[in-house]
């Protein structure tokens, strides 16, 4: 079986920069107002807005700076890379044989994802640096989406099935 590469998607990509852009600029526009009208801000609508900003920037610069072809999912005979997320790039290469089940869960945001329950997590562990990413990997599985990939939820669950029962 050869090498299959999912790439990112530049559509959604783009919609979530435009979404984190009018998020920045709502919360900014509205504690310039707060500030114009009552000469104060609270911190949190501060922090919120530095926040949104930081993930504009940061989306930004990682769709910038990482070329497509260095982001996205790898399906191969060894196993799966899932290279478009902080968390898939520092893991790396998961193997078919430490791969116990995939299934289609909720996540804690209440979104769809796809999660891959290991045998040893251990040693994929060891590469994250969140204690509470390492807690969540533990209890759920090492989580795959399709948020920022040119593919369905489905389909892209149905690919690594395939591959997984290849080389089981």
Sequence with gaps: MTTKFIPPSRKKQRQLSLILGALTLLLGGIA???YAE????TISLWIL???SLFLLVYNIADFAFNPPNK???YLDQEGILFQQTLLGRQVGRILWKDITDIQIQKNPLGLKAIYL???SPDKYLTKVSSQETKKLILQQG???SDSELEIDLDELFD???SYF???R
């Design 38 to 41: 009552f000469s104060r801000i």
């Design 159 to 161: 690919r690594i099935q």
């Design 32 to 34: 310039r107002w707060l």
């Design 142 to 144: 090492f989580p795959v």
């Design 49 to 51: 807005s530095g926040a």
């Design 165 to 167: 029962h290849q080389k």
């Design 117 to 119: 329950s290991l045998k």
């Design 71 to 73: 982001r996205g999912l």
